[in-house]
C-alpha cells in the first residue's frame, strides 16, 4: 500500500486546480484518441504551464497508447533531494484523483541500480512530473507511476540508469511507458533557440543518446531535461525501439509575443 500522499504544487497556476476546468483544457489541447494507436516504448513532452506547451505535450499524449505502467522522469529543477530520487510507494493527487504508485517496477530499479534511492524531498515541490498526470489520467483509467527526478550530468551514470530501466521494464508483465519531461532551449532568442533546439532534436531523432549529451554540452543548449530524455533513449533503444518522430514544436513566442526570451518545447514519439 502507498505510505504517503504527494499533494499537487502547480494546481492553479501551470494548470487548472479545478477538476471540470482542467478536463476542459485537456480537451482543447488533445485530438479525438485515433482508430489506431502507436504503442510507443518512450516520449518526448514539455511540461511548462498548459497555456504555453499544453498543445505540443497534447499531440504526444493524443497518439500513444497509454498504459497502465508509466514511468515518468524529469529534471530536478529545485536543486532539493539527491541526484537520483524516486518515489515508489507514495501516491501523487491532481485535481483528477490520486495517481498510484508502481510499487514493483519502484522496488526491482531500486534494487538493480543501487545509485536510485527513494527520496521525496526532490519531488515535493517539483512541477515536471505533475503536469503531465493529467494528460496521462484522461488516457489510462488505472494508472500507476514511477516517478524519478534527475539532478545528475553524468553520462554513464544516465546511461546505467536507462540501462537498468530497459531491465527492469523487460523483467516485468506487461508494458510501460517512458515519458521523459523536457523542455527545450530556455530564455534566448526564437532564432536563436529554433536553431539550437534543431540540434539536440536531431539527435534524439538519430536515437543517439551520447550524440546528444555531447551536442547539449558543446553547443550550451539549455535543455532542462536532456538527463532524463538520454535515460529515456538508452532504456527505448535496449527495449528494442528502432524510430522517433517529432510531432511538434513550438516556442513560448506563439503564446506570449516575446521572440526575444523564449522556451522551446518539442513532443517526440519513440517506438
Known sequence: MTSHVRLPAVAGRFYPRHREELLREIQEYTTPVPASLVRAIGCV????GYVYSGHVAGQVFSRIEVP???????????????ALAAMTTSS??????EVQASEHLGRDLLQR???LKEDSAAHHAEHAIEVELPFLQVRQSDLHILPIAIGTRDFEILHGLGQAIADVIDASEGMA?????????????????????????????????????????TEDISMC?????????????????????LVRYATSGEVSGDFERVV???GIIVQ
Open 45 to 48: 513532452v514539455p511540461h511548462a
Open 92 to 97: 501523487w493527487q491532481t485535481p483528477l484523483g
Open 68 to 82: 497502465e505502467q508509466c514511468i515518468i522522469l524529469c529534471p530536478n529543477h529545485t536543486g532539493y533531494g539527491v
Open 113 to 115: 541500480f543501487p545509485l
Open 264 to 266: 522551446g518545447y518539442a
Open 177 to 217: 511507458l517512458i515519458v521523459a519531461s523536457s523542455d527545450m532551449n530556455h530564455y534566448e532568442s526564437d532564432t536563436v533557440t529554433r536553431v539550437k533546439d534543431r540540434k539536440a532534436i536531431e539527435r534524439v531523432l538519430a536515437m543517439d543518446p551520447r550524440g546528444l549529451w555531447g551536442t547539449v554540452m
Open 225 to 245: 531535461g536532456f538527463g532524463p530524455t538520454i535515460v529515456m533513449l538508452t532504456a527505448a533503444k535496449k527495449l528494442g525501439a528502432t524510430s522517433a518522430t
